[in-house]
């Protein structure tokens, strides 16, 4: 099995900085993408930011310039960030990690989802 286990949200003040973090752990033979998405009360899921695992990103329009997406691809790590600065009120949401994941026995990559974890930025 494949777990995704992110940390580092919380509430913070507008204009402050948060930094998430989201290992993945199992019997993982491989990653391809990984990105956060986000999901505010009554809206959908959106796109926050993603990096393939050559470092290629690319990020939501909201976030541009704001926030950024990292990873290391070390095999007891296989971890990616998001470094979040000027934080917003509208950038309130549960925030998910997702990976593209080849498992050691498998044939084919699989999109894993972590819990979640909750970003609160208060005006």
């Known amino acids: 099995q494949v777990q995704l286990v992110e940390s580092g949200g919380g509430l913070v003040q507008a204009g402050g900085s948060l930094r998430l973090s989201c290992a ?3 019997s993982i033979f491989k990653i391809n993408a990984m990105g956060w998405y986000r ?3 009554g809206q959908q899921r959106e796109l926050v930011a993603a990096i393939t695992s050559g470092g290629r990103a690319n990020y939501g329009d909201s976030v541009k310039g704001r926030f ?3 990873r290391d691809n070390a095999k007891s790590k ?3 960030y998001l470094q979040m600065n000027g934080l917003k009120p509208e950038d ?3 925030y998910y990690c997702n ?10 990559f699989v999109n894993y989802w ?10």
């Open 78 to 80: 296989n971890t990616v």
């Open 114 to 123: 972590g819990q979640g974890t909750q970003v609160t930025v208060s005006s």
């Open 24 to 26: 993945a752990s199992g």
């Open 68 to 70: 950024t997406i990292s």
């Open 92 to 94: 309130t949401a549960v």
């Open 39 to 41: 999901q505010a009360p």
């Open 99 to 108: 990976a593209d994941v080849l498992r050691a026995t498998a044939v084919r």
